[in-house]
Nanobody
Framework: QVHLVESGGGLVQAGGSLRLSCAASGRTFSLYAMGWFRQAPGKEREFVAAISGSGGNTYYADSMKGRFTISRDNAKNTVYLQMNSLKPEDTAVYYC?????????????????WGQGTQVTVSS
């Protein structure tokens, strides 16, 4: 079983930046695709970004493209989400997730392991 732990959330003003981190257990991290999702109160969990096992391919939701960047450091078993130009509508709990396959996906049901989430609040 894989354990994922997110960190880096907090309160930031609109236009500001945050960098989220997700640390994964295990020594075969590079075999698996990773994704970031978010969930605001009263809304369904939505796709944010994903990255292939090697880090060679990345994918973003349209509303995040150009503002958010996903990356990974396989030597540290860690995936990152750099968030710039934050907007109040970005306020949500952000989750990292692991898919037991190298090719990333954009659906919640494709991912097998989830972290507990980290709160991001963007004030106007």
């Amino acid at each position: 079983q894989v354990h994922l732990v997110e960190s880096g959330g907090g309160l930031v003003q609109a236009g500001g930046s945050l960098r989220l981190s997700c640390a994964a257990s295990g020594r075969t991290f590079s075999l698996y695709a990773m994704g970031w999702f978010r969930q605001a109160p009263g809304k369904e969990r939505e796709f944010v970004a994903a990255i292939s096992g090697s880090g060679g391919n990345t994918y973003y939701a349209d509303s995040m493209k150009g503002r958010f960047t996903i990356s990974r450091d396989n030597a540290k078993n860690t995936v990152y989400l750099q968030m710039n130009s934050l907007k109040p509508e970005d306020t949500a709990v952000y989750y990292c997730a692991l898919k037991t396959f190298a090719v990333p996906g954009t659906s919640v049901i494709e991912y097998d392991y989830w972290g507990q989430g980290t709160q991001v609040t963007v004030s106007s």
